[in-house]
Each structure stands twice: as structure tokens, then as C-alpha cells.
Nanobody, 117 residues
Framework: QVQLVDSGGGLVQPGGSLRLSCAASTSMFAFYTMGWYRQAPGKQRELVGSITSGGSPSYDDSVKGRFTISRDNVKNTVDLQMNSLKPEDTAVYYC???????????WGQGTQVTVSS
């Protein structure tokens, strides 16, 4: 079992920045692909981006050039740096972990991001 604890959400004005962090309670962190999803009110949960165990990131087109995912395999953390935020980025953001061998998945509790003037 892996526990994921998300943090860093809040209220920010359009054009602003936020940094989300996720701490994972596992000694096998390097065996997990990590990702960030988001869910806006009335919409399905969608993938924002992910990063492989080797550190290769990928992003949804809607956030490319604005968001950056990074991971620290020593501290067992994954961060999402969000710049140039837009009102449409408003959502609950969830950390996600998938074991590269078993494909078991785990979710964080979510952190609210609100972009509004």
C-alpha cells in the first residue's frame, strides 16, 4: 500500500503560479510512474501530466509550456509547477502513482486549485 499526500493548492489570480507537491510513503518510489490528474466541477478526471521512473515527463496539450512535473527519487516526492495559470485550470488536483510492474494504482486525497481574480 502506498499513501500519497498532496499539498500546495490555493487561490491564485490569472497569470499567477502555484507549486503542488506529493509525498509518497514507499521505499520503492523509483518503481512508480507518477502523475497529476485534475477534476473540475461537473467534468471527468483528466490527466495533466506524468513522469516515468526515469524522469521523462509528458503533458496534456492544455498545459504544455506552462506546467512542469519533476520528481525526487531520494525524497520520494513529485511536484507540479504551474505557471501562467488560467481560470480553466481551476480544479481539484490529484497525485497518482502506478507501479511499473504490478500496475497497481494509488491516489492522493486531492488539493484544490482556484484561479480567479
Amino acid at each position: 500500500q502506498v499513501q500519497l499526500v498532496d499539498s500546495g493548492g490555493g487561490l491564485v489570480q490569472p497569470g499567477g503560479s502555484l507549486r503542488l507537491s506529493c509525498a509518497a510513503s514507499t521505499s520503492m518510489f523509483a518503481f512508480y510512474t507518477m502523475g497529476w490528474y485534475r477534476q473540475a466541477p461537473g467534468k471527468q478526471r483528466e490527466l495533466v501530466g506524468s513522469i516515468t521512473s526515469g524522469g521523462s515527463p509528458s503533458y496534456d496539450d492544455s498545459v504544455k509550456g506552462r506546467f512542469t512535473i519533476s520528481r525526487d527519487n531520494v525524497k520520494n516526492t513529485v511536484d507540479l509547477q504551474m505557471n501562467s495559470l488560467k481560470p480553466e485550470d481551476t480544479a481539484v488536483y490529484y497525485c497518482h502513482a502506478e507501479n511499473i510492474l504490478s500496475r497497481r494504482e494509488f491516489w492522493g486525497q486531492g488539493t484544490q486549485v482556484t484561479v480567479s481574480s
